[in-house]
T-cell receptor
């Protein structure tokens, strides 16, 4: 049990759909992350939230919209996605006060855009 | 800019043989170093970490890594691998004082041959 849960684990959506990915951490951390992991590509950091405030947005297209209502929950709202957005989306959390950036990951959501 | 290089994209090795997965980083300041493992269809799990102190770090599942500051390396080793070690291994680095982020290597797939 990693302490970070993600739902759903698998998602198939059409390009005109709207869906949301959910992440919840039970570790008492204050920073949360969204990563995209595509086949044969390095891990891509998408967004970082610290104490509910977005601190990083790595030039992510606006069809991905993050939401962090509190330090334990993180959402990724998806709309009008493209087939190249098919990937494993990973959520992670960390405790900034440690200063190490050690991150704990959820199991991921496997997204397929048709 | 800081970077992490995992020279081998794949490492095939026979079961019960030793293995070394290489990781080199570029940084002019003190760093924290991590190895993560990703089993098929799962998220990333922390395998071991170097924060300070002894340069030889032991992790889960019999893995260990040695921090070599002069060579800016953090190679991962296991004296005898098992079929269950089949996974992708990621090296990551954090500058002391960096802003929440880990810098990731591209990953090394460990392939265990029976």
């Amino acid at each position: 049990e990693t302490g970070v849960t993600q739902t759903p684990r698998h998602l198939v959506m059409g390009m005109t759909n709207k869906k949301s990915l959910k992440c919840e951490q039970h570790l008492g951390h204050n920073a949360m992350y969204w990563y995209k992991q595509s086949a044969k590509k390095p891990l891509e950091l998408m967004f970082v939230y610290n104490f509910k405030e977005q601190t990083e947005n790595n030039s992510v297209p606006s069809r991905f919209s993050p939401e962090c209502p509190n330090s334990s929950h993180l959402f990724l709202h998806l709309h009008t996605l493209q087939p190249e957005d098919s990937a494993l989306y990973l959520c992670a959390s960390s405790q900034p006060s440690t200063g190490t950036n050690e991150q704990y990951f959820g199991p991921g959501t496997r997204l397929t855009v048709t | 800019a800081q970077s992490v290089t995992q020279l081998d994209s794949q490492v095939p090795v026979f079961e019960e043989a030793p293995v070394e997965l290489r990781c080199n980083y570029s940084s002019s300041v003190s760093v924290y170093l991590f190895w993560y493992v990703q089993y098929p269809n799962q998220g990333l799990q922390l395998l071991l970490k170097y924060l300070s102190g002894s340069t030889l770090v032991k992790g889960i599942n019999g893995f260990e890594a040695e921090f070599n500051k002069s060579q800016t390396s953090f190679h991962l080793r296991k004296p005898s691998v098992h079929i269950s070690d089949t996974a992708e291994y990621f090296c990551a680095v954090s500058d002391q004082g960096s802003n929440y982020q880990l810098i990731w290597g591209a990953g090394t797939k460990l392939i265990i041959k029976p």
